[in-house]
């Protein structure tokens, strides 16, 4: 489960990429988000990440009530108030909507094209096909994750390279093993190959 503090870094980084954040100060205007959460209002868990989320823009300026309305969606994870509610935005669209999860994600791309969308707790938005690449995202979605496959295959290579050079230990051979699940992820299946050429 991820750390209040760590939900802090991730959405205060997502407020950092707003396009609007420079102008924070310089408007009159209310900027409006819409926050899918993937959480029932009433969870803990939910409320810390809003929390975070809040403090994260007045840091940077943006403060509810005066430049900025938040809407809150809470769907505890039921599809179709999801898409109940992305209909909704889509009929009244604000500056940018939060998606907070893959499923929240995929609801929203599929209707919303034209406004601005930033993600959260998303694994491997490129093998999704969310995005063209973490690099350059490309189209009106961005984002962050906190795992990318192409990673392990990086990480194994380090491995390998910082393994003991002496001359004794330069004939004897290292072993990884790497267990991973496919039924807590299925979608990872396909990902695997980046890690065994490793």
């Not at 900027?31 to 989320?53: T, Y």
Request: glycine share 10%.
């Amino acid at each position: 489960m991820m750390k209040r503090r760590e939900f802090i870094t991730l959405l205060g980084g997502a407020a950092v990429g707003w396009p609007l954040a420079a102008r924070a100060q310089q408007t009159d205007r209310v900027r409006r988000i819409a926050v899918l959460m993937n959480n029932a209002e009433d969870d803990p868990e939910g409320q810390a990440r809003a929390a975070a989320f809040r403090q994260g823009l007045q840091v940077l300026g943006w403060t509810e009530g005066k430049n900025l309305r938040i809407n809150w969606h809470w769907t505890a994870g039921d599809v179709g108030r999801i898409r109940g509610d992305v209909t909704e935005l889509a009929g009244h669209p604000p500056d940018i909507i939060v998606a907070n999860g893959r499923v929240t994600l995929s609801e929203a791309v599929q209707v919303i094209r034209s406004i601005p969308i930033v993600f959260v707790l998303v694994t491997d938005p490129v093998g999704q096909g969310f995005i063209s690449s973490l690099a350059r995202p490309g189209g009106n979605v961005t984002g962050f994750t906190f795992f990318e496959y192409a990673m392990f295959g990086k990480s194994l290579e380090l491995l390998k390279r910082l393994r003991p050079q002496s001359h004794a230990a330069a004939s004897s051979s290292i072993r990884i093993c790497l267990l991973i699940t496919t039924s807590f992820c299925p979608l990872s299946k396909p990902r695997h190959g980046s890690i065994r050429s490793s």
